[in-house]
């Protein structure tokens, strides 16, 4: 809800691009807010993950985490209330990215935690290296694609410009 609303705030205007501001502002208290309930049962969960946040070089991204987090929602409440068309967008897409981030360090090195690691599940170096070969020639496709598709559909759309 969160993205979709700062998306279209960011490609609306009018009474739509107003009710996704208002829908952004609820839907990031929400995000924020769950957020922070997932990130206060995690550690009560394996004794392995309090030890990985609260000791050692990882125990500074408990403290930077959060915060940057907070800063997040404020550039999203604060261009929701301003108008701003991106800054909304960009927010959410950082919130949800530390929220990635904090996944990561929780978990690593383990997929499915806590029993088995990344090295463990991995397939055989022959299959990572032909499947490498694959990505190394569909990754730049995918980009390419998408950024075409960001360039055809940018600017806003109004009422009047649809199908009515």
Known sequence: ???????????????????????????AFGTV???????LSTPLTEPLYVERWFAGPTAIFSFIVPLLVLGCLYI???????????RPFLGALGLFLLGYAGIGISFYPYIVPPSVTIEDAAAPDKSL???????????????????Y????????????????
């Open 1 to 27: 809800a969160l993205l979709g609303a700062c998306w279209l705030a960011l490609k609306t205007d009018g009474e739509l691009a107003r009710k996704a501001r208002q829908i952004g502002r609820l839907s």
């Open 33 to 39: 807010g769950v957020m922070g309930v997932f990130s």
């Open 76 to 86: 999203i409440l604060k261009g929701l209330h301003a108008g701003h068309d991106r």
């Open 129 to 147: 290296a032909f499947l490498l070969t694959g990505a190394v020639v569909l990754i730049p496709m995918i980009l390419g694609y998408t950024a």
């Open 149 to 164: 598709s960001y360039w055809v559909f940018r600017g806003k759309i109004s009422a009047k410009d649809g199908y009515h």
